[in-house]
Each structure stands twice: as structure tokens, then as C-alpha cells.
Nanobody, 124 residues
């Protein structure tokens, strides 16, 4: 079991930046691949990014490539999402997720652990 708590959301103007954090507690943090998903009102939960257990490999959704960066600090049980050049269409609730499966995918159903979410609003 792992518990996840996100922080860092807020209101920002288009073109601005935010850094989300996700603190994990419970079982060994390095046993889990970590990811970020987002969900806008009336839409499905979409994959944003994930990072491998060691932090050596990262993967991004097409809409955020080149603008967002995911990273993790295993010593601090924390994963981050640096979001730059934000756009109004990035507005959503952002969720931190963890999975212990061997083959990690971008499908939300494959991720077993979720935080409560943090709201990100980008004004135009």
C-alpha cells in the first residue's frame, strides 16, 4: 500500500509555470513507477507523464511534451511535475498515481494508487 498527497496546484496565467509535488508514504517508494494524470470537467482522466522506479526513464503525453517535466527524489519519497508554458487547455484536476506492475502503460486503469488531486487553472 502507498498513500499519495498532491500539492502545488493553483491559478496561473497562460504562459506561466507551476510545480506540482506528490508525497508518498507507506511501502518502499522505489518499488513504484510514478505518474501524473489529469481530468477536466466532463472529460476522461488523461495520461500526462510517468517516471520509472529509478527515475532514469520518463514518458509524456503528446499534449505536454516539451513543456512538462516529471522527476522523482526517491530519498524524499516525492515525485514532481514541472509545468511550463501553461495553456488554458491544461486546466484540470491533476492526480498523482503509483503502480507496482512490471509493464507500465499510460492507461489509468493500470495504476492502482491515486492521490486526491490538485486543481490547476490556467487563465487566458
Amino acid at each position: 500500500q502507498v498513500q499519495l498527497v498532491e500539492s502545488g496546484g493553483g491559478l496561473v496565467q497562460a504562459g506561466g509555470s507551476l510545480r506540482l509535488s506528490c508525497a508518498a508514504s507507506g511501502r518502499s517508494f522505489s518499488d513504484y513507477a510514478m505518474g501524473w494524470f489529469r481530468q477536466a470537467p466532463g472529460k476522461e482522466r488523461d495520461f500526462v507523464a510517468h517516471v520509472s522506479r529509478s527515475g532514469g526513464r520518463t514518458y509524456y503525453g503528446n499534449s505536454v511534451k516539451g513543456r512538462f517535466t516529471i522527476s522523482r527524489e526517491n530519498a524524499k519519497n516525492t515525485v514532481f511535475l514541472q509545468m511550463n508554458s501553461l495553456k488554458p487547455e491544461d486546466t484540470a484536476v491533476y492526480y498523482c498515481a503509483a503502480t507496482s506492475v512490471s509493464y507500465v502503460t499510460s492507461a489509468a486503469g493500470d495504476w492502482g494508487y491515486w492521490g486526491q488531486g490538485t486543481q490547476v487553472t490556467v487563465s487566458s
